[in-house]
């Protein structure tokens, strides 16, 4: 995605805490200790605590892991991309920009094929600077989502200065409502850029919506110390009316979260992101990253089309393959993860 201007300290922590839910961005955001310090009392509490795949029923000793499309329905070689990945089982999720040109194409796929897990990948910003939309709510209902061309804003802090909460959840749930209207419900959410995530209120709203829906958002469990003070120590901003709105949250959660980390060349990405799987700790991780066919329409939409076209190579490479199933991973869905959470629920 293009950079984001410099904005004022305080507002550039909010969208710098956006960015570490938002699935737009190459961010790691690993939390543990080195292997040769001493544990502190937290972690050593954490040892005794479940992690969110052992409450699912998966092995408590194994690394769960979903690989998840982002900004599926931007346009069509998002599309392609995906589509490619879900039926060959390269990754196990994506999610949909539901103002996007090309949403309807794949909604429509997704009620085609009702074994895949698609999501909503929640927008509330249209960041590219031609290529552009506006929300799905009326103009008149919910002036403060758009900009002085009709569109949403294009980064996440201008929205947070100019949406309110009631525009911000009007907004999100027309998104939820679109999706069942054109015959597919969601199988989860989350959240474009992670503005929903750049105030305690949009976040108090889009997890709202997502238990009157009853479909799973992305959320991280801040009850695990060690993760809530790594995010600390990064200079996020997690306020406690943030903590309080994640923590009675009542769907299941994600224990960590990460994006494909970019690279020069084809071959480093892989190296890399082989790095962050050999790096991940026991439990319920989401890897995200933004799949697109290499197009010359790509390449004028967004400066990150290189990166975009390593993603839809890489999951299918023989090579990869072979080192995810030498890693002894447990991969899964949003839709098992809801699965497993209704029948220990009941």
């Not at 950079?3 to 190459?26: D, E, Q, R, T, Y």
């Not at 009709?150 to 907004?171: F, R, T, Y």
């Not at 890399?272 to 990253?289: A, C, N, R």
Request: with cysteine.
């Amino acid at each position: 995605m293009n950079a984001n201007k410099p904005f004022n300290s305080i507002l550039n922590n909010l969208v710098i805490m956006g960015l570490l839910f938002g699935l737009c961005c190459a961010c790691n955001t690993g939390t543990g200790s080195t292997p040769n310090e001493a544990p502190t009392a937290d972690q050593a509490t954490e040892t005794t605590r479940a992690t969110w795949a052992e409450k699912l029923g998966f092995p408590p000793d194994k690394r769960v892991v979903i690989l998840h499309a982002d900004d599926i329905g931007m346009c069509p070689e998002a599309n392609t991309a995906a589509r490619l990945q879900m039926e060959q089982d390269h990754i196990q999720s994506c999610a949909v920009m539901m103002p996007c040109p090309s949403a309807r194409e794949f909604i429509d796929w997704a009620t085609a094929h009702p074994e895949e897990d698609v999501g909503l990948h929640l927008t509330l910003t249209s960041e590219w600077k031609t290529y552009r939309w506006p929300g799905l709510t009326k103009a008149e209902d919910a002036p403060g989502l758009l900009d002085e061309e009709g569109k949403l804003w294009h980064e996440v802090i201008q929205v947070v200065q100019n949406a309110s909460p009631e525009e911000v959840e009007q907004e999100i749930r027309a998104q939820v409502e679109q999706a069942i209207a054109w015959g597919y419900r969601p199988d989860h959410m989350d959240t474009h850029m992670g503005t929903l995530y750049g105030s305690h209120q949009f976040t108090k709203a889009y997890l709202s919506v997502a238990e009157e829906y009853n479909i799973p958002a992305m959320v991280i469990d801040f009850q695990n110390p060690e993760v809530l003070e790594g995010f600390r120590q990064q200079g996020y901003p997690l306020t406690d009316e943030m903590i309080a709105a994640v923590n009675n949250y009542s769907l299941p959660k994600l224990d960590y979260f990460y994006s494909a980390p970019n690279a020069k060349t084809y071959e480093e990405k892989c190296s890399k992101f082989q790095e962050l799987i050999k790096s991940l700790q026991p439990g319920l991780t989401e890897i995200i990253f933004h799949p697109s066919e290499l197009t010359e329409n790509l390449k004028t939409i967004t400066n990150s089309w290189q990166q975009r076209a390593w993603e839809a190579k890489m999951f299918g490479d023989p090579d990869m393959q072979a080192f995810f199933a030498a890693e002894g991973l447990i991969f899964t869905n949003w839709r098992e993860v809801m699965t497993r959470f209704k029948q220990r629920q009941s």
